[in-house]
């Protein structure tokens, strides 16, 4: 089992950059492949990006190729979400989720652990 905790998140203007921080506990944090996704007022949660337990895959949505990236640091339990040219669109609740069989790396139904997440707002 694994408890995630979200940090990072803020109010920014459009262009900044933020990243956002998922500390894991539990020892077998390195087994676990882990995703973003985020959550928009009055919409679905959707994925953002993921990535697998050694880190050498990664997946991202198109809408944040190129400005976002994943990464971890699996001897300090945590996960990593670098956003760059960041877009008011990209306002919503960023979570961080985990689990160690994922059918589907952009199906949030995929994961069965996830954080409380964390709020990062962009204004125009």
């Known amino acids: 089992q694994v408890q995630l905790v979200e940090s990072g998140g803020g109010l920014v203007r459009a262009g900044d950059s933020l990243r956002l921080s998922c500390a894991a506990s539990g020892r077998t944090f390195s087994r676990y492949h882990m995703g973003w996704f985020r959550q928009a007022p009055g919409k679905e949660r959707e994925f953002v990006a993921a990535?697998?337990?050694?880190?050498?895959?990664?997946y991202y949505v198109d809408f944040v190729k190129g400005r976002f990236t994943i990464s971890r640091d699996n001897a300090k339990n945590m996960v990593y979400l670098q956003m760059n040219s960041l877009k008011p669109e990209d306002t919503a609740v960023y979570y961080c989720?985990?689990?160690?069989?994922?059918?589907?790396?952009?199906?949030?139904?995929?994961?069965?652990?996830w954080g409380q997440g964390t709020q990062v707002t962009v204004s125009s």
């Open positions: 990535i697998s337990w050694s880190g050498g895959s990664t």
């Open positions: 989720a985990a689990d160690l069989f994922v059918a589907t790396m952009e199906s949030p139904g995929s994961y069965d652990y």
